[in-house]
Structures are given as structure tokens and as C-alpha cells.
């Protein structure tokens, strides 16, 4: 008789071979055409809900000829829209960079009190609406607010002002590079790390000679998404701008207000410039992937 321990372990084998008989196998003409419907359901809905709408966002925006697009994207309003929104991601991303990078290295390397706090806060802003974040800094910062009174009794303007736009701005993006590093920094480990500062590197040598080289790519591509988001952003800038034209709209307002005002082909001209940061992202997502994967195959 089998031992009790051996038919114990040839169940699964044999559980297999029972599905397979009574599950026949797909012939090789079968697998082909379910291959080719899912593959061409993915396209139609690629088609359908984002190649479409980018081609109708281009078509609208020079539906007026190449030099009212370059009049609207050239125009006193836009090109304070532009300068708003690349101040916004010139503070935000490298703000967001420093807090990425040391939330990662404190979750990845070290175990302390309020860990997975610290980690559930990070994710707090994919979880709350953008409205809701903008509405948060008026309470905080308003003029009905606590610091209300002393921010205006020395002059300093944070709400319908720049400050305020950078505030929502870093608070919207700041998981991004967070979110990307640690799971690249937990995959790689601590031991090229440790033997590092055994052979005598000071911490600060450690980071810039072999943690910051082998977590680049992960770095860059979070920085990147952070600076797309930034660009993009709408409901916390729009709580907090005042909507003024000329001063307070980043480049999602300005869209916003043209369309608004019917004049649709300069609307869509500024649009253009969004759709071109997304695409431009997911080239650098698609290079950064690649670099990445390249370096783990070595």
C-alpha cells in the first residue's frame, strides 16, 4: 500500500490530470481568435476613449489655422498661465523630491514607531478630492481662518495668491515620488548599502555613490509624474486661485475660462500644450521602465 504522506503529495498531480480531462483544450484556431478579439477590443477602446478625443483636442485648436494657434498659445494671458503653472512645478517637485526620497529611506530601511501611519498619510491625497484638499488650506490659511488675522495683519497673501496655488499643488503631488521609490528600494535591499559602510563610506557617500545610482530611474520617473500632475492640476488650484485672469489661473484654468467664453479653437490651443506633457510622460515612463528593467537584467 502507498504511504499516507505519498498519496498526500501526488493529490495535486492527479487533481490536474482529473481537470484536464474533463476540461478539453483549446485548439490552436480557438486561441487565435480569442487572441485576436481581446486584442482588438483593447484597440477599439483605445480608440474610442483616448486616440479619438486627443485627435479631436489637435483638430479643434488649429480648426482656425496654425496662426490663430500660435496667437492663442502666445497670448499675454496664456503666457502668464504658463509662467504660474511652471513656478507651481518648479517649488512642488523638488520639494516633493527631498520628501519622496526620505519618506522611502525611512520606510524601507529602518522599522519606528507610526510606520504604517507615515505610510497611510502618504496615500491621503489620492483618497481625498482635489476640491476637498483646496477647501482644507482655505480653512487653514482664509481670512475667516485662524491665522486669517496675523497673515493679514503682515501683509502676507496665501489664499486667491501665489503661495496658496503652490501649497494645494505640493499637497496633490507629494506621494508621487514616495509611491515609486519604495517599491524599487524594497526590492533592491540594504546590502550593497551595508557593505558600503563597511568598508569605511560615511552615510552621505552611501547615498550618493550607491543608493541614489541604483534607485535613478525609479527617482526620475516619480519626479516626472509629480511634475505631470502638477501641471494637470484643476479642482485644488481652482478652490484656491480666485480665478484671476491674468494673475491667479494656472494653465487648466485658463482652459477653462476660454471655453467658458466660447472661444473654443484658443481653448483647445492651450489644451494642446497638456496633451503634450502627458504624452511626454509616457515616453519618459516607457524609457524609464526600460532602463530599469535593463538594469536588473545585468
Known amino acids: 500500500m502507498t504511504p499516507r504522506h505519498t498519496r498526500r503529495k501526488d493529490l495535486p498531480a492527479a487533481m490536474v490530470a482529473a481537470r484536464r480531462r474533463r476540461i478539453p483544450s483549446m485548439g490552436g484556431s480557438e486561441q487565435r481568435l480569442v487572441k485576436a478579439l481581446l486584442i482588438g477590443t483593447a484597440i477599439l477602446f ?15 485648436a488649429f480648426r482656425d489655422g496654425p496662426v490663430h494657434y500660435w496667437e492663442a498659445i502666445s497670448d499675454s494671458e496664456t503666457a502668464n498661465a504658463i509662467r504660474l503653472t511652471l513656478i507651481a512645478v518648479a517649488i512642488s517637485v523638488p520639494l516633493n523630491t527631498l520628501f519622496g526620497i526620505a519618506a522611502a529611506m525611512a520606510i524601507t530601511r529602518w522599522d519606528f514607531p507610526g510606520k504604517r501611519l507615515l505610510v497611510s498619510f502618504i496615500d491621503i491625497p489620492f483618497a481625498v478630492s482635489p476640491v476637498i484638499s483646496g477647501m ?153 521602465e526600460w532602463k530599469e528593467q535593463r538594469g536588473h537584467h545585468r
Open 46 to 60: 483605445l480608440l474610442a476613449v483616448l486616440v479619438v478625443p486627443l485627435l479631436e483636442v489637435f483638430l479643434t
Open 136 to 288: 482644507i488650506f482655505v480653512l487653514l490659511f482664509g481670512a475667516d481662518s485662524l491665522l486669517g488675522p496675523w497673515l493679514g495683519a503682515h501683509g502676507v497673501k496665501v489664499i486667491f495668491a501665489v503661495p496658496g496655488i503652490v501649497l494645494v499643488t505640493m499637497f496633490v503631488t507629494f506621494p508621487f515620488v514616495a509611491r515609486e521609490l519604495i517599491p524599487v528600494m524594497q526590492m533592491q535591499g540594504s546590502d550593497h548599502e551595508l557593505a558600503a559602510l563597511t568598508l569605511g563610506a560615511s552615510p552621505l557617500q552611501t547615498f550618493f555613490r550607491v543608493t541614489l545610482p541604483n534607485i535613478r530611474w525609479g527617482l526620475f520617473y516619480g519626479m516626472t509624474l509629480c511634475a505631470a500632475r502638477a501641471v494637470g492640476e484643476f479642482g485644488a488650484v481652482s478652490v484656491v486661485s480666485g480665478h484671476i485672469r491674468g494673475e491667479t489661473n494656472t494653465m487648466p484654468l485658463h482652459v477653462e475660462v476660454l471655453y467658458n467664453e466660447y472661444q473654443f479653437s484658443a481653448a483647445f490651443a492651450v489644451a494642446t500644450l497638456l496633451v503634450i506633457v502627458a504624452i511626454l510622460t509616457l515616453g519618459i515612463k516607457a524609457v524609464a
